[in-house]
């Protein structure tokens, strides 16, 4: 691990001081005028400047945009009007807005910024990847490397060089409707997935024509809401932000993410972009974070509005301003321009707070280049579509798949087995990528592109058309045909169930219950009655609880949100073309109530109170068999400064070939603060054929020991812990 942290830290340096830059900056913060500095800090959306129109017919608007470059000099323009824009609609507003810019006194470019999560989902026909909880399941970092430089790539062609991305937020409440933005429940897995997204989008040259910018969000702690609603409070004390919540955000601004957004929420009563401690004191002089902080949408408005922490607008901009915030996602006026100027002028906001703002905003735009290529790049475009990028993204799917259960070997199906396929998500898009796609919700089936089969179109693409009877008319929350499929189940060998949530995103995508649609509970018991195999396929943005479906589903794949290819990935899991490789990133809770993560504690797995769940982290069922022996550890102990070699044989003792991502596991047996019960250190994803063997290798160093002790900072104790692999486990002493 300790190697990863070196490679994070070449990284980081990388996009540290450049003099030439620096020297850049400081000359022409020296001609910038107090309003200069704090349109900089500035950033409004295209609604602003739009005249009217979404997507295709989208317009922009002369005389609101010259208000916008030229009255108020704003730093930055975000987002979509409505729809997906075509890549040529996007160089005509970024090109509008950089020539108007370019008319500006000192010609400072404008910063562009989208939400490109799964790909450049708000440009026309790009590539959409699964979204980020799938993602995770591959184990896999080097594919969301890859699905970074693509993502960056589509953007980047686009005109757009700011990406609101990775979300590094920890996912650890499934009732959150924005658990599908992140990495899973897991701290290192969720700091090496977006560390390798950060790598992927930013590259080694930030300047290049192809990169763009990253931004780490929330921060922090924006995920953790108690009750699961987006947007509630969370308490979350010291000791769990350090151990838990921090470390993805840290590996991603270690991996050299230039830009970061406070959390949209509150904890322990701060609002997030009221929280000092968080922007300035961790994010900007713990970490040594150089690039600059923006506010999330409208939330210094809510410090007064929502909050009630700021007893006036103003205060509430200068609260934000001086807890850390150097660009404020306004975004729909110019009010946070004003009364910032007002804060300035009656001396409220220092101007050396103005400064480090403005420095840290230039200094990206240099590093980008924006000031030598403000416009988009119009030999991209030609580039745009390349089939290596479809292949990225079927090959990222395929890994995502994941079995969670397959009893008798129901799956694969065989060639010329009949289907009957039903239930709400079979025949829809939208379903399989959900939110930020095309539009903010994703939920416009009728807009998203049909080059790509839904999944029942790519189970009859595989299968023969005459094989698949198609039942459709079940909805999620009502299910007028499951008669109809169920008499339909008469003349098929196996039922497919495709079940799980509509398109939503955010706030909008709040529940009162975890527990899957009663309608579909019923159309798969109905379905099981019938006597026919029911194969259950959960296309969902979070684990719906799926109570008397597991017993009734003789096979259950996973599908999360897989993204265009999504159909077709999951129709060659099913007829075992792809033998699947994926892994739960997350705990699958049993019952509303049950969540628990896997790396819970002790008094979490007790007699009367059990660790209960439906299916572990971790855990994904292969077409092979993967046999492990031979854990041995290169000592039995070790020294502070030392390090610990740990090998594992990993055999493939089943029929055909397959992958397995090897998951390292150590658990501190006794130690001053209540340890988890074991917790992820490593991991490995080896391709094994039918018979073959393999020696995986990882090392431990003291860091991986560390946890926050009683003083809230991290320590190491000596004492014996164990390693597990599998079922495999051996202990050593820490000296
Ligand atoms: C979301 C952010 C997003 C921003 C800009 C907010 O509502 O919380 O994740 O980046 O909008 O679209």
New binding site residues.
Partial sequence: MSRIFALFALTFSLYAQDPAIEARVDALLKQMTVEEKVGQMTQV?VDVVTASGVGRTHKMDAAKLNDAIHKYQVGSI??VNGEAYTVEHWHEVINAIQDSAAKTRLKIPVIY???S?HGANYTHDAVLFPQSYGMAATFNPALAERAGVISAFQTRASGIPWN??P?QDIGRNPVWP?MW?SFGEDPLLASRMGAAYVKGMQGTDIGAADKVVA?V??FGG?SLPMNGKDRTPAWISERMLRQVVLPPYEAAVKAGALTA?AN?SEINGIPGHANYHMLTGILKNEWGFKGFTCS????IKRLHTRDRVAATPKEAVRMAVMAGIDMS?V?TDYSFYDLLLENVKDGSVPMSRIDDAVRRIMRVKFMLGLFERPKPDAKLIAQFHNPEFDKANLEAAREVITLLKNDAGTLPLKKGTRILVTGPTANMRSVMNSG?TIT?QGDREDLYPTRKPTLVQALQELAGKENVTFVDGNTFDKSPAIEAAAKAAANVDVIIAALGEKAYC??PGNIDDLTLDHAQLMLVNALAKTGKPVVTVLIEGRPRVLRTIVPQSKAIVMGYLPGLEGGRAIAEVVFGLTNPSGKLPFTYPKSPNGFTTYDHKPLENTHDNPFWFEFEFGHGLSYTKFEYSNLTLSAPSIARGGKLDVAVDVKNTGQREGKESVLLFVSDLYRSVSPPNKELKDFAKVNLRAGESRTVRFSLTADDLKFVGLDDKWTVEPGDFKVRVAGLEKTFTLK
């Fill in positions: 959306a975000l987002n910024g989208i939400d999560v609101f991305f979300v924005r933005e931004c969000k929330h924006y957004m949209s999330d949408w409208e939330d996602m975004p930020w903010w955010e706030t």
